[in-house]
């Protein structure tokens, strides 16, 4: 199983660009596993959406 570092660092690099089949089975396994980072996940998404929604109005 992939360490909780490892699944964050996959999870930020997610939101830049799409992982491969193989990343995006091991991060949902994990995910599954892991409530800690589960709700990382869910953070780290809602944060992207904000601050592109901030920027969108910015410009």
């Not at 990382?40 to 904000?50: D, T």
Request: net charge positive.
């Amino acid at each position: 199983m992939m360490s909780c570092k490892r699944a964050t660092e996959q999870m930020s690099q997610k939101l830049d660009a799409p992982l491969s089949l193989l990343e995006k089975m091991s991060l949902g396994a994990h995910l599954m596993m892991c409530g800690k980072c589960s709700r990382c996940q869910k953070q780290l998404e809602q944060l992207h959406r904000v601050c592109q929604k901030r920027s969108e109005t910015s410009t």
